[in-house]
């Protein structure tokens, strides 16, 4: 035990630190955040900026027709386009299908449609009437460009050659009023470049992410040490756990995880120290168990080696009794074991459960007549049952056992079958002490013992009722017990007949033939 501890205590000592922490982890997710963030706003912000603000340019200017279209009968048509030139900053001109002006508006400086030639507005309407009534044109203004001017001449932060260029545009509208009447639309915008917005933004977008950075690294290590302190201190108290100290305590604070986390690891260390606990009385009460068997065996065969005529049946009847003691504890340790790790298969097949009580019930003739016991076993009728025949003996054995050790007085156990609802329960009946309400719920336990003065059973090793109950579990059966301080326990178990029973793990379904099981007489 003390090499395991050890060796348990290195492997805690060499846990490999090359892991990243929460608050590193959680900086990182925070700056893959920030960074996708930062990436959307420099797409929107910077790369398509310019195409986002003609998308833009473009839709007004479109509307801004729509809504002069709607009103091209309304007298005071006028009002209403100097109102839109000016809220959009458009130059319009409304005219006839023969050139005559109808209204006009003009609000920039170098407006195209009101320095155009006939000639020009004449391409433009043809245009349209090709193109289903509307044509949009958009014109590189590089006449204002300065050929002289060349920024690789000068030093330092200066405009870029094309700086102050605007690219213009001209939409045309073909519209009809209600006196059928068709006009023509001219509306002419101007896309101001966007080099110096985008110059701010860039700058503003950087100073963004360092300090979106460094927020970051502040609420990553806020969070991490709110999250990972009592993970830490959970962490730490565990490993005090794995060596063995069960009083160690977990705080539950902290997140809801983490004291769930807590409470369920407090509860675990209380019952790993029941079990710590029942472990050692186990092994004391199987040590006692040992121990008596094989004093007297030894104490009988010195006397029937060192003193004459002291080799007779009797001390060879009592050595070999003993031996059957050991043979039953160790058989018991066995088959706790292999139930408990679930290696041990059960063999269901069709069993008169009847017929194995009164068998199991032939091995205690001696008792009865020796010891003045009363085991009495009432019932109606045979129950057939699917289970494995030798387990289902051996629970019928222990509990049997168990009310033999128990029993009151009086020496009487008693034995009953029932059949109701498609189901045979079997009571066994003690007339003993009784055992404590607050107590019932722990006698299945393994190494639990009710008797803390180790009351050595008539018969068996102490270990039935674990027996018990991990046979019963493979069968799917039904099982419990009754007691009453001062009155006794009756123990009990339910299995299915075959007639009404589901078939259980590799157990055949039953031919219609064998599902009535035959009714018996009562025995005592």
């Keep these: 035990m003390k090499g395991n501890v050890e060796k348990l205590k290195t492997r805690l000592q060499n846990v490999p630190r090359g892991k990243i922490s929460v608050k590193w982890k959680l900086f990182m997710y925070l700056a893959i955040f920030i960074g996708v963030i930062l990436a959307i706003l420099w797409l929107f912000q910077v790369v398509f900026l310019e195409d986002f603000y003609k998308l833009i340019k473009i839709n007004q200017i ?13 007298e005071d048509l006028q009002t209403l386009v100097t109102r839109i030139a000016q809220s959009n900053e458009v130059c319009i001109i409304i005219t006839d299908n023969q050139g005559n002006q109808v209204c006009t508006a003009d609000v920039l400086p170098d407006c195209i449609i009101h320095k155009m030639p006939d000639r020009q507005w004449e391409g433009f309407y043809e245009k349209a009437i090709q193109n289903d009534g509307t044509y949009l044109e958009r014109f590189n203004r590089s006449v204002f460009r300065n050929n002289r001017y060349d920024n690789r001449m000068f030093e330092g932060v200066v405009p870029p050659r094309d700086d102050g260029m605007m690219e213009s545009m001209v939409y045309t509208r073909l519209t009809a009023g209600q006196d059928g009447i068709q006009y023509v639309v001219l509306l002419n915008s101007t896309i101001s470049p966007v080099s110096a917005t985008v110059s701010a933004i860039r700058v503003q977008i950087l100073l963004i992410t360092a300090v979106l950075l460094v927020l970051a690294l502040i609420l990553a290590i806020i969070i991490s040490r709110r999250i990972s302190a009592p993970i830490v201190k959970i962490n730490q108290a565990a490993k005090v756990l794995a060596t063995g100290k069960y009083d160690v305590h977990f705080e539950s604070s902290g997140y809801r995880e983490i004291a769930e986390l807590a409470d369920t690891l407090n509860y675990a260390a209380v019952e790993l120290s029941k079990v710590e606990g029942l472990r050692r009385e186990l092994i004391a009460n199987i040590s006692h168990d040992l121990r008596t068997p094989l004093t007297m065996i030894t104490g009988y065969a010195e006397v029937m080696r060192d003193l004459p005529g002291e080799n007779t049946p009797e001390n060879v009847q009592i050595i070999i009794d003993e031996a059957k003691r050991l043979t039953s504890l160790v058989n018991d340790v066995l088959d706790l074991s292999k139930l408990q790790s679930g290696s041990q298969k059960m063999n269901f097949e069709r069993l008169d459960l009847t017929a194995t009580i009164q068998q199991t019930m032939g091995r205690y003739q001696k008792l009865t007549q020796q010891d003045g016991y009363q085991i009495r076993f009432f ?8 289970a494995d025949e030798l387990r289902i003996s051996q629970v019928i054995y222990n509990l049997i056992n168990n009310a033999i050790t128990y029993t009151g007085p009086d020496k009487t156990v008693t034995v009953t079958q029932t059949i109701k609802d498609g189901w045979v329960t079997v009571e066994v009946t003690d007339t003993g002490e009784g055992i404590e309400p607050d107590k019932l719920p722990l006698i299945w336990d393994r190494y639990y013992k009710v008797d803390k003065e180790h009351k050595r059973a008539q018969m068996g090793a102490g270990l039935g009722l674990s027996i018990v109950r991990s046979v019963l579990e493979m069968h ?3 099982y419990g017990v009754q007691s009453t301080v001062g009155k006794g326990s009756t123990f009990w ?9 589901k078939r259980l793990p590799g157990q055949e379904e039953l031919p219609e033939s064998e599902k009535n099981p035959d009714e018996g007489e009562q025995s005592s």
Excluded: M, Q, W
């Excluded at 479109?62 to 309304?74: L, P, V």
């Design 379 to 386: 019932h109606e009728g045979n129950a057939v049952v699917a």
């Design 476 to 478: 799917h059966a039904r």
């Design 62 to 74: 479109k509307s801004a027709s729509e809504t002069i279209a709607r009103n091209i009968d309304n």
């Design 493 to 501: 178990f339910s299995l299915p007949l075959v007639g009404e029973a």
